[in-house]
């Protein structure tokens, strides 16, 4: 059965720091392009991040370039977010989803299997 949870979100103020984690079962997960998306309340989902399956390369959108890291760990089967300098327009909830090329997740949006979102909320 396939998983993706996500971990780390939470309450921050403004200016702080968060880790977020994406822990995958029940496929290969180093097959995978993994990606992370967030939705606030009446807004669209918006694509934040992305790392390729084969070359580890990263895709940013610009209201996030420069401050968050997306990084993955394949003996884990787990990618990461370190989002720094958050702002109140972070606040979302966010998502991981895991797709079979960059293509899909990061120009088109789509993904194989996606995980439950995790809140986070950035206190100005």
């Known amino acids: 059965e396939v998983h993706l949870v996500e971990s780390g979100g939470g309450l921050v103020q403004a200016g702080g720091s968060l880790r977020l984690s994406c822990a995958a079962s029940?496929?290969?997960?180093?097959?995978?392009?993994i990606g992370w998306f967030r939705q606030a309340p009446g807004q669209e989902r918006e694509g934040v991040s992305s790392?390729?399956?084969?070359?580890?390369?990263?895709y940013y959108s610009a209201s996030v370039e420069g401050r968050f890291t997306i990084s993955r760990d394949n003996a884990k089967n787990t990618v990461y977010l370190q989002m720094n300098s958050l702002q109140p327009e972070d606040t979302a909830v966010y998502y991981c989803?895991?797709?079979?090329?960059?293509?899909?997740?990061?120009?088109?949006?789509?993904?194989?299997?996606w995980g439950q979102g995790i809140q986070v909320t950035v206190s100005s």
């Open positions: 989803a895991a797709a079979k090329s960059i293509l899909e997740v990061w120009t088109f949006g789509r993904a194989t299997y």
């Open positions: 790392i390729s399956s084969s070359d580890g390369d990263t």
């Open positions: 029940g496929f290969t997960f180093g097959d995978y392009t």
